[in-house]
C-alpha cells in the first residue's frame, strides 16, 4: 500500500503544563500524517503511521478513522473516538500513565483519533 500524506486541523484535548506532553499533543496534531497500512487483526480500521513536523520531530502513531469504527450494541455509533479521546484526558488528570497520548484530528480518511504507538 502506498504511502498517504494529510495535514489538517486538531482538536487538543488536554495540556498538563509540561513542556514535553504539550509539544507531543502538538505534534499529533498538527504534524504531517503519513500511513504506511492497516494493522491485521484490529475489529476496527487501524493504521499504523508516522507523524513529523517541519522541525524533524517523528513519532510512530496508531490512527483509527470514525468511519472504520464498527458498532457496538452499548455505545452510540461513531463513538469510539471521543471515548479514547476521553480515556486519555481522564489519566492524565488523574496522573495516571496507562493511555498513550491521544487526540482528535482529521487524516486521510477522515477525522478519528491519533494515538502514539507503543510497543
Known amino acids: 500500500m502506498a504511502a498517504r500524506r494529510q495535514r ?9 503544563g509540561d513542556a514535553d506532553d504539550d509539544r507531543l499533543l502538538t505534534l499529533l496534531g498538527t504534524g504531517e500524517l503519513e500511513l504506511a497500512g492497516l ?9 499504523l503511521g508516522a507523524i513529523s ?6 513519532v ?8 472504520g469504527e464498527r ?16 480515556a486519555y484526558v481522564l489519566c492524565r488528570g488523574l496522573g495516571w500513565d496507562l493511555v498513550p497520548t491521544t ?3 482529521g487524516g486521510t480518511h477522515g477525522h478519528g483519533t491519533v494515538q502514539l504507538f507503543v510497543e
Request: net charge positive; charged share 20%; proline share 10%.
Open 8 to 16: 489538517a486541523e486538531c482538536v487538543v484535548p488536554w495540556t498538563m
Open 39 to 47: 494493522m491485521p487483526w484490529s475489529s476496527n480500521y487501524t493504521f
Open 53 to 58: 513536523d517541519v522541525t524533524g520531530a517523528s
Open 60 to 67: 510512530q502513531i496508531v490512527y483509527k478513522p470514525i468511519r
Open 71 to 86: 458498532p457496538l450494541w452499548d455505545f452510540p455509533r461513531g463513538s469510539l473516538a471521543k471515548r479514547e479521546v476521553a
Open 103 to 105: 487526540v482528535l484530528r
